[in-house]
């Protein structure tokens, strides 16, 4: 079973929409099957009745709608880098011809507020800044309120977000935290297969949008954006995977895979209770880690809810990663410099806290042997 930050284990019944007969993307079901997602994109990015902004699907990974997001803002962009897919965000707007400001903040921590303040007071005005919300590689959750609270002081940039493996597994409240372009992939916290992505808009970055000279073909977000809201898409979409996007949201909202006494929830409750079972998997796998003296990456303040990334101190992690697999559970190993050096679950999606029980309870005795076997030598 994958426990991996991503692709995370997908339930059979979503297998089974991936199975479904192909269809038109022209046609009257194609139209039906986008009308079914969305009453519930607006949950998933935290969204109030009245929002002005915008949802939308295309048929690429989070890395296209990241690119994407670049297309619409002016050129001179300041991003925060604190792990591999920040850095990634940071490179590709490089790669675009960007004018490209960097604040380096240690891996296992988020930016300081203020420090964010002191360059864009200092070094702007840009026209964008670019935050990964999660950080994969580290297990890094920077907090989106405080970074808001700044932004709200530059209302000329943009805030653009990746939330790769943070929506469905925390808030997003993407008005509320003055976010103007967000996206993900739907193989973290949606718990689907990887191929296609999901993105949100403000007005104000659809209005920066438009009014930039070139924004490509496939990955124009005005095309994308606009398309969704017409019930269209650009081109030939994943069919399959809006099936299964389709069925996951509507089994979200409804409750159904939440814990039995809690199935009775619909809507933005439901979705706030799913939000709750991450943290509460995330404290639990944080306190079995302190019972075998292992510490978290991350620092206090910045621990993910969906993708826990702990320092192996003296564990051999390549041994343990195949114990466990040794015993049907897949765990990854540190992401690029911190291979070797930590190791990460992904406790996030449907996976739920009796399954996460069994995992710990399989890492204890692959623990136990290595140390013997550590003691023999």
Not at 68 to 94: I, T
Not at 296 to 312: D, L, N
Request: hydrophobic share 40%; aromatic share 6%; charged share 20%.
């Amino acid at each position: 079973m994958l426990w991996i930050p991503g692709p995370t284990e997908v339930r059979p019944e979503l297998l089974a929409e991936c199975g479904r007969p192909a269809i038109g993307h022209r046609s009257p079901a194609m139209r039906e099957l986008i009308e079914r997602l969305d009453p519930h994109l607006p949950l998933a990015f935290g969204l109030g009745a009245d929002s002005k902004t915008a949802c939308a699907v295309h048929s690429v990974s989070a890395s296209g709608l990241m690119e994407a997001s670049l297309h619409g803002v002016g050129p001179r962009v300041l991003s925060v880098v604190n792990g591999a897919f920040s850095k990634r965000f940071r490179d590709m707007g490089r790669l675009m011809g960007k004018e490209v400001t960097t604040i380096d903040v240690a891996w296992g921590s988020g930016v300081d507020p203020a420090e964010l303040d002191r360059v864009l007071d200092q070094k702007g005005p840009f026209d964008a800044v670019t935050l990964v919300s999660n950080e994969t590689s580290t297990g890094v959750c920077t907090p989106l309120g405080p970074s808001a609270e700044v932004l709200r002081k530059h209302p000329r940039t943009l805030l653009l977000v990746d939330l790769v493996s943070y929506i469905a597994g925390a808030p997003v409240d993407f008005d509320d935290h003055r976010i103007d372009f967000a996206f993900a992939g739907v193989q973290k916290a949606f718990a689907l297969p990887p191929g296609i992505a999901v993105c949100a808009a403000s007005e104000r970055y659809m209005q920066s949008a438009r009014q930039q000279a070139t924004r490509g073909w496939a990955l124009d977000p005005v095309r994308i954006v606009e398309g969704h809201l017409q019930h269209k898409t650009p081109a030939t979409p994943c069919t399959p995977l809006y099936y299964a996007l389709a069925k996951q949201l509507e089994d979200i909202s409804s409750g159904a895979m939440l814990p039995e006494g809690e199935r009775g929830l619909s809507g933005a409750d439901a979705w706030q209770a799913r939000f709750a079972k991450h943290e509460r998997m995330r404290d639990r796998t944080l306190a079995w880690a302190a019972g075998h003296g292992l510490n978290p990456f991350p620092v206090e303040g910045f621990r993910s809810p969906t993708v826990s990334c702990i320092a192996a101190g003296e564990l051999d992690v390549g041994a343990f990663v195949a114990g466990l697999k040794e015993l049907g559970y897949e765990i990854s190993n540190g992401y690029g410099d911190l291979k070797g050096k930590t190791f990460r679950i992904g406790h996030m999606g449907d996976h739920d806290e009796a399954g996460l029980e069994a995992l710990l309870d399989a890492a204890d005795r692959v623990i136990a042997r290595l140390g013997s076997v550590a003691a023999d030598a």
